[in-house]
């Protein structure tokens, strides 16, 4: 395996890009009329930052695989919308606790689904927050009105619906029991599936999970709101 080339460790490509996340079959959360990032935790001011204000800042596009923990990759996904860094150093830093040492982000969807990162990876250069997928606004499957794009990290780091991100001097202590308990990088050329065994290891069980998971997922689509 050279890393970078072809699929990671323990993925196989699907077709197209499924709808898939804890939501299972519930539809995607309604997005707000005039939709926030709220910024809490260890801030001097707690702001509401209408999506707006990202709009004014660079934008970049990429073509990138997405991962899941799961095993499935979508491969050649193009992305546009604003580099996390670019947005976190413009909006973040500024109002930053003087003196607090930041070391992760909690980063929550509209759904309640939340992913603790580290700074460092979440300041990678091909991290995103995405507003477009392949030329069209995101849609409510892929996280209406952004989410998070990480490529380099498994699936359950990409928040969807993206909506508040708590800055964090510590690690919050994890929610997860020990079975699934999901590694706190998830780095997908590391195999970081699973925060106490190996990542090879818990791969027949985690796909295993992917149909289930693929079909209640789909039948919270829009499409299939749209045909009942
Ligand atoms: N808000 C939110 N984001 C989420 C999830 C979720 O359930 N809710 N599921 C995660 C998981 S496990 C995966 S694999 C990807 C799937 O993204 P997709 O539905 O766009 O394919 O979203 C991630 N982000
Ligand atoms: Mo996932």
Not at 96 to 108: D, H, K, V, Y
Not at 122 to 135: E, H, K, P, R
Not at 138 to 156: C, I, M, N
Request: net charge positive; aromatic share 6%; charged share 20%.
């Amino acid at each position: 395996m050279v890393k970078g080339i072809g699929l990671p460790p323990g993925q196989r490509r699907v077709e197209g890009f499924p709808r898939f996340g804890t939501h299972l079959s519930r539809p995607a959360p309604p997005v707000p009329p005039a939709p926030v990032i709220a910024v809490r935790g260890a801030v001097t001011a707690e702001v509401d930052l209408p999506l707006e204000r990202l709009w004014e800042l660079p934008r970049k596009e990429i073509t990138a695989d997405f991962h899941c923990v799961a095993g499935w990759s979508a491969t050649g996904l193009h992305w546009e919308g604003v580099p996390f860094e670019t947005f976190y150093r413009a909006l973040i830093e500024p109002i930053q606790l003087p003196g607090a040492s930041i070391t992760r982000l909690t980063l929550r969807g509209l759904d309640g689904w939340q992913a603790v990162v580290t700074i460092e990876d979440v300041l990678g250069d091909d991290v995103l927050i995405a507003q477009n997928l392949n030329g069209q606004p995101l849609d409510s499957d892929h996280g209406a009105p952004v989410r998070l794009v990480s490529p380099s990290q498994y699936g359950y780091i990409n928040i969807k619906h993206l909506c508040r991100i708590d800055v964090l001097t510590a690690a919050p202590a994890t929610t997860e029991g020990p079975l699934i308990r999901s590694h706190p990088r998830g780095r997908v050329w590391e195999e970081e599936r699973h925060a106490l065994v190996p990542g090879r290891l818990v791969r027949p069980i985690y796909r295993s999970l992917i149909g289930p998971i693929r079909f209640l997922s789909s039948r919270g689509t829009r499409d299939a709101l749209r045909r009942s």
